[in-house]
């Protein structure tokens, strides 16, 4: 079974990489047009567009995301305190004891159980700075640097946490890496119903991604938000197109250099700010 599942995520993997120099060559293409022509319509992207055969999430609406999340080995108690509270954010997930299984160990358990992304958080002294998101079968993997933590348990009087699906909203993701980040973070959660009163915000600016958790509700007809925790800060560092087993022999879709901080240019989620007034 586990050969079988090798081999099509092997055979996945290649397809995909073919699929991306395609759209490399593609992306040449249209850049090429666009500086030696004057047309009267603009060439764009959508003009070459293909379908996404081989799309990781093809499948991602027709079922409902089953989520295992656990930890790095020997965690602290404050780090499995905050994945309590990670836990309660996602409808359908699971939250395991790592023990001393590693990372093959633990595919092997979620692909036999049928889980459909594993989340393994890290810290450094106690404090949480490390967040993978690895979707099963065939990946890809996120790796995202988490700072700005405030957990529930730090803010008394919080009241207990709604476990209904969430609206999601994602704001200022614009490029194709930031549009990326979007598909692998909105399919950890199932469709919502239309009286949930739960609302998870994905807000980007100059790439560090605030994430906000929210209730709403109608006093004397006016809006109501209330915050419920827990809020930190995200920001995508890696992303990988093979899973958490075989994480060293995948290829890269995109890493985070050092020059790449050096211009305020070089922003990837988007290329505006996402606090600007007049921006969308």
């Known amino acids: 079974m586990f050969r079988r599942q090798s081999r099509l995520r092997r055979e996945f993997l290649l397809r995909k990489s073919e699929r991306t120099r395609f759209e490399k060559t593609i992306a040449k293409k249209e850049s090429s047009y666009a500086e030696n022509f004057k047309l009267k319509c603009n060439p764009s992207h959508n003009n070459f567009d293909v379908d996404e055969v081989d799309d990781e999430y093809k499948y991602g609406n027709s079922c409902t995301p089953k989520i295992m ?3 790095s080995h020997n965690p602290s108690a404050r780090l499995k305190m905050f994945v309590k509270e990670l836990r309660l954010i996602f409808p359908n997930a699971q939250r395991m004891n790592r023990g001393k299984n590693d990372l093959k160990q633990l595919v092997k358990l979620c692909c036999s159980n049928d889980v459909t992304d ?12 490390n967040i993978v998101i690895s979707h099963l079968p065939n990946g890809p993997t996120a790796f995202f640097n988490i700072s700005s933590v405030v957990m529930r348990h730090d803010v008394p009087f919080i009241g207990k946490m709604s476990e209904q699906s969430p609206h999601l909203i994602f704001h200022n993701f614009k490029t194709r890496i930031g549009q990326r980040a979007v598909n692998i973070l909105k399919h950890l959660f199932p469709k919502p119903k239309g009286d949930s009163k739960r609302v998870i915000t994905f807000a980007n600016h100059d790439d560090f991604v ?7 509700k109608y ?15 995200l920001k995508l560092y890696q992303i990988k197109l ?7 022999a995948s290829d890269t879709e995109w890493v985070l250099r050092p020059y790449m901080n050096t211009s305020i240019k070089n922003r990837v989620l988007s290329l505006e700010n996402g606090w600007d007034q007049n921006g969308s």
């Not at 605030?210 to 709403?216: E, G, I, V």
């Not at 093979?242 to 060293?248: A, K, S, Y």
């Open 69 to 71: 999340i656990t930890t």
């Open 118 to 129: 594993i989340i393994i958080v890290h810290e450094h002294r106690g404090i949480p700075d």
């Open 210 to 216: 605030s994430f906000r958790h929210h209730l709403y």
């Open 219 to 233: 006093e004397n007809k006016e809006l109501e938000l209330i915050e419920i925790g827990p809020r930190f800060q």
């Open 242 to 248: 093979g899973i958490l087993d075989e994480i060293q």
